[in-house]
């Protein structure tokens, strides 16, 4: 039960008690106990989707040397901004920038994630919000391709 625990928190980044009762309500199945976290991350981003994005960070990234990418991702502390997880997120949402060339803000939330396709990105920042805590957002972006 600990080991099962302890890998359900590797993989979905939650807390050892919300683990623990996740697979108690999924009766010991680890995948279920998943499923049940990332939806109850959901409900828990969607609380935080109203509150105010103060802090944040601008990434860049350049692809080949041909296409590079500027983008402005959302915080609610400098703590969070700061945070490797944050920073990560930023890395790959411009990765996904360079390579689907969304149009705007909605498009790429809708996009299927590159690192992952069944997931979109928009459930990848939900993920992250309730990895992280705090409410996260893309202010904006901007691609370039020679």
Do not use: W
Not at 66 to 83: C, I, K, P, Q
Not at 99 to 126: C, G
């Amino acid at each position: 039960m600990l080991s099962d625990i302890q890998r359900l928190r590797e993989a979905t980044g939650a807390g050892v008690m919300e683990c623990k009762k996740a697979l108690a309500e999924a009766g010991g199945d680890f995948d279920k106990a998943v499923t049940i976290i990332h939806e109850r991350g959901f409900d828990r981003a969607l609380k935080k989707q109203d509150r105010a994005t103060g802090a944040g960070r601008l990434h860049s990234y350049i692809h080949n040397e041909r296409v590079g990418v500027l983008l402005e991702l959302r915080s609610e502390t400098d703590f969070v901004a700061r945070s490797d997880e944050f920073k990560k997120l930023a890395h790959v949402l411009s990765m996904q920038i360079a390579a689907m060339d969304p149009a705007d803000k909605d498009a790429l939330m809708s996009q299927p994630f590159i690192q992952d396709e069944s997931i979109t990105v928009e459930e990848l920042i939900k993920r992250t919000i309730s990895t992280l805590g705090e409410n996260i957002k893309i202010e904006r972006f901007a691609r370039y391709e020679l």
